[in-house]
C-alpha cells in the first residue's frame, strides 16, 4: 500500500539539543495511529514538522500519491493539501450555535476571499447538518457552543476541521478531561473517521490508546523506539524502561 505520509530521516534541532532524531514514520491512506511517548519525547514536534510550523534542520516529509514535499509548502498551503490538526483545547466560538460554527468552517474552507464574497446555499446547509450528525451533534445545530459540554465542544471543532476535508487528521490528546461516555463516543468517532482518511491520535492515556485498538508507535527522544499493537510495544524492555524513567 502506498503511503500517505512519508517522514524520513527528519532531524530537529532546537538551540544546539536534538528535539527530532533522524525520525521515520509513515502512515497510509485510512489508517488510525496513536503516538505515545514520555514527555519531551519530540510529538508535538513531529506534529508541527507535518503541518510546517517547525522545519527540519533534514530529512524527508513526502505527502500524497504524487510524493509532494511538504517542506516547500507553507503552513496554509499544507492545511490546503488536507493535513488537519486538531489542538488539545476547543477553540470554538462560544457565542455562535453548532450550525453557524460550522458554517464558518465551510466558508473558511472555501479560501479567504469566500470571507468576503460567498453566502450560504441550501446545500451548505446540507454538509453542515452531515459534518454535525458525523460528529454526533445532528440534534444540537441550534444549540450556543458555549453551552455544550467539554466532550461536545472537541466533537464541533473536529466536525470544523472535517469541514476542510481532510486527508490526514493529527489530533492531539482528544480525550483529556473527558467524562467515560464521552471517551467512548470519541473511541467511535475516530474510529469511523480513520475509515475514510488516515487519523494520528498523540494521547497520554494509555487506556484510550487501548479502545483505539490500532498500531501505536512510540516516540523517544526524538525517534521511534518500538511500533505495533499496544500489547507489543508495552512488552518491549526498552519501552518499559522508558515509562518507569530508568
Ligand atoms: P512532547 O510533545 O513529546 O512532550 P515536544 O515535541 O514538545 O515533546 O518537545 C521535544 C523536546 O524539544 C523537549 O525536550 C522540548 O523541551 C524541546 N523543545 C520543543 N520545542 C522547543 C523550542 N521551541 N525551543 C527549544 N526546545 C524545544
Same mark, same amino acid.
Given at each position: 500500500? !502506498? ?7 527528519? !532531524? ?15 502512515? *497510509? ?7 505515545? *511517548?514520555?514527555? @519531551?519525547? *519530540? ?8 503541518? *510546517?510550523?517547525? /522545519?527540519?534542520?533534514?530529512?524527508? %516529509? ?12 507553507? #503552513? ?6 488536507? $493535513? @488537519?490538526?486538531?489542538?488539545? /483545547? ?8 453548532? +450550525? ?7 466558508? +473558511? ?23 454535525? +450528525? ?10 450556543? !457552543?458555549? #453551552?455544550?459540554?467539554? @466532550?461536545?465542544?472537541?466533537?464541533? #471543532? ?32 475516530? $474510529? ?23 498500531? %501505536? ?24 524502561? %522508558?515509562?518507569? @524513567?530508568?
Amino acid at each position: 500500500m !502506498s503511503q500517505l505520509l512519508e517522514v524520513s530521516g527528519v !532531524s530537529v534541532t532546537f538551540d544546539g539539543f536534538r528535539a527530532i532524531n533522524n525520525l521515520s514514520f509513515s502512515i *497510509g491512506p485510512a489508517e488510525l495511529r496513536a503516538i505515545i *511517548g514520555p514527555n @519531551g519525547a *519530540g510529538k508535538t514536534t513531529f506534529m508541527d514538522i507535518v503541518t *510546517g510550523k517547525t /522545519r527540519p534542520d533534514e530529512g524527508r %516529509v513526502l505527502w500524497g500519491e504524487r510524493s509532494q514535499s511538504l517542506l516547500s509548502m507553507s #503552513e496554509a498551503q499544507i492545511a490546503r493539501a488536507g $493535513v @488537519g490538526r486538531k489542538f488539545q /483545547r476547543p477553540t470554538v466560538f462560544e457565542d455562535q450555535t453548532v +450550525a453557524d460554527n460550522l458554517m464558518m468552517a465551510l466558508k +473558511a474552507a472555501r479560501g479567504p476571499l469566500a470571507v468576503l464574497f460567498w453566502s450560504p446555499k441550501p446545500a451548505d446547509h446540507s454538509r453542515v447538518a452531515e459534518l454535525a +450528525a458525523e460528529v454526533g451533534l445532528g440534534d444540537a445545530l441550534a444549540r450556543k !457552543s458555549g #453551552e455544550l459540554s467539554h @466532550g461536545q465542544k472537541q466533537w464541533l #471543532e473536529i466536525g470544523m476541521l472535517l469541514a476542510q476535508e481532510p486527508q490526514l487528521l493529527l489530533v492531539d490528546e482528544p480525550a483529556a478531561g473527558m467524562t467515560l461516555a464521552e471517551r467512548e463516543h470519541t473511541t467511535r468517532l475516530l $474510529v469511523e473517521l480513520a475509515k475514510t482518511r488516515a487519523v494520528v491520535v498523540v494521547e497520554h492515556d494509555m487506556e484510550f490508546v487501548r479502545r483505539l485498538n490500532c498500531k %501505536v508507535t512510540v516516540l523517544h527522544e526524538g525517534s521511534v523506539l518500538a511500533e505495533g499493537s499496544l500489547d507489543h510495544v508495552t512488552r518491549n524492555p526498552q519501552v518499559i524502561d %522508558v515509562y518507569l @524513567g530508568r
